[in-house]
């Protein structure tokens, strides 16, 4: 079964930046310069395009602000209602037309779109949650325009033996730690390292990419502070999904 965030969402935002001591944000900015066309990647204003973005497990709304200051118009999509709330509220007060957004609930493994709906689909710390992995990856595919770009960050263990003793003790200590005396929930923050432990990373992701039943190619992956951030890019492939 899915983790339920709606327990957490009023201290998500809070907790996110918290615990990565705001690399949350340089890390979503780089997803989204991964997303854009090349003509979006110098825009800084909130210019619209026809570029139709898909932001999987939206949560608070941090990516689909970002898009839309890409000149995309976004549709976010949550599983939960209480995360969607806060990226609405999120949005409504930002400088964008409210027309920029379009908020949905739903299951990235089910997800209500046509096929090849969208320009660029993208997913921030959400596919370690899906219950089937492929399912899910297969969907975001599925509704991905063919040649249009998927961009995935995701959270991972480092590879470096320097690193990794470091990162167990903050993740497996004072994660948890923060999470009860901030966020009043230390199982939340119990499953986040556990979670990230479980998941594959780098190439083993790529090719549970690969294995989602849509061609792919220009496949990328790159390790950013130390890897315990990961951006994987992708593009369909023109030809007939199969
Ligand atoms: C760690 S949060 C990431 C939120 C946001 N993308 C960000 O950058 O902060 C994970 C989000 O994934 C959502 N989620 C988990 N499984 C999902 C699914 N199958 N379909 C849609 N959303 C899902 C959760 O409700 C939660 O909002």
Known sequence: MAYDFDKIARDYDRMNHLMTAGLDRWWRLYGTRAACPRNLRKQDACVPTENKVLDVACGTG?????????GFAVTGVDLSEEMLAIARQKTALSNFQLSTFNFQLGDAEHLPFED???DAVTCAFGVRNFVHLEQGLGEMLRVLKPGGRMVI???ATPDSALVRPLYNIYTRRIIPWLGQRLAGSREAYTYL????????KGEAFLER???????IHDCRHRRLTFGVCRLYVVCKNEEAAG
Not at 62 to 70: E, G
Not at 193 to 200: C, L, M, W
């Open 62 to 70: 941090d990516m689909c602000l970002l898009l839309a200051k890409r």
């Open 116 to 118: 090849a709906s969208f």
């Open 153 to 155: 960050l995701e959270l």
């Open 193 to 200: 390292p556990q979670s990230i432990e479980r998941f594959p």
């Open 209 to 215: 990419l690969r294995n989602s039943g849509f061609k």
